[in-house]
Structure formats: C-alpha cells, structure tokens
C-alpha cells in the first residue's frame, strides 16, 4: 500500500485539492505567459464533434434557412451541418481543417476578410479567449446584419485564476458584457442558455443609418453620382 493510501481520507482529499490548486496555477501562468495555445487550436479543429457542440446547435437554431453565415473560429466546422438549407457558409479559423477556412488570428489582429455584408456572424465559443472582446465585435460589426455569439459570464464564485486556466482571457459579468454591447450600439437579446453562465446572445444595429446594408447603400450611391 502506498504512503499517500494510508493517509487518512480528508487528509488525502485535502492533498488532492492542493495539488489542483497548484495545477491551476501553472496553467493560469502559462496562459498570461504564451498569450494562447496554437496547440489547443489544432486538437480541437482536428478532434471531431466536440462535447459543446449542443451549443452550435442552439445557434443554428436561431439562423433562418437561406442566409449567409460567417463563422468565426469555426474549429470542426460543425456548425455547417445544423445549419438550415439554403445557408451559405463561411468558416474562418487560426487552423485550416480544409482549404476552404480563411486565415483568422484576432489576437494578433488578423481579422476576416469579407466582401460582402454577410447576414449573420457566428462567434461560438470563442470570445473568452480574446484578449480584447470590445475592439473584435467592434471589428466584425460593419460585416453583418447581425451577430450570433457565446460567452461564459463571470460567475459568482469563479475566480480569474480558474478562467485563465482555461484559457479565458477575458473576465467579463453578465453586466458588463451587455454595456459593452451597447458602448458598441448593439441591441441585444438572449435567444438560449447552453450552461448556467454561458449565454447565447443575439446581436444587431441600435441604428438603421448605420447598419451594414446602410452603408453600402450610400456607397453605392456616391459612385453613382
């Protein structure tokens, strides 16, 4: 019997959550230390269905048939098949699982290329990891009519430590993320919750004037003249 077995039951639990604790630790530094974990990328872009893909399935949900759907940080590209038909789909991602996903590095600012105002930016499971949510959203907000994304709220109890040993960077409340969509004039809504404090949000222009399609009117109108 080993040494640690013969250790009293609350003593050996009490072990384990030091050694958790310390783990945590190590990985928090290591993320403030690399700033991201290309590594993390490739195992999930090349890992097949993940375990939250419920929630690419309450985002497609909320995607009429027939629209044009820009996905960012689309991984597997799971999203794709719960779209529904007639969807035109556009992944975008750090790691190219297929030729067709175009090169996207936000934390280093390389953002998507896209010609043509799409009606819906996907942003799933992604913006935990980036370094600055604010200026991303207010990057890909001219792009689309409108923004479907995820985020993991600061709960309660949750400290940084255990987020940044996630790998999230950003540590935003329920409160503070809603004022951010409304710094960026964005109405929100919540359209479905796929954990306690993670929530779907639907978002689009407070005003019509500057909406996407607005402004590629007044384009169009300026070059006609």
Known sequence: MST??????????????????????????????????RRHWVRVASGGVPHWDARNEMI???????SSVADL??????????????????????VRSSPSVGFIDINAGVYPRIDDVVDYIVVSGVLEYIWNPRELLGRIAPLARRICLSYNVLAPRETRR??????????????????????????WRVVDRSLPSEFIYMLEHTDAATAPDAKVRATQARRSD
């Open 162 to 187: 255990s987020r940044l040993a996630k790998l999230w960077v950003n540590h935003l409340t329920q409160t503070e993320l809603e004022q951010m969509f409304s710094d960026l004039h964005l109405t």
């Open 60 to 66: 497609a949900a909320a995607i009429p048939a027939n």
């Open 4 to 37: 640690v077995a013969k250790l009293p039951a609350a003593a050996r639990s009490a072990m384990g959550g030091s050694l958790r604790l310390v783990k945590e630790y190590i990985y928090a530094f290591r993320t403030l230390l690399l700033r991201g974990d």
């Open 73 to 94: 940080g689309c991984g597997p590209q799971t999203l794709r098949g719960h779209l529904k038909p007639g969807c035109i789909y556009k992944p975008f991602d750090q």
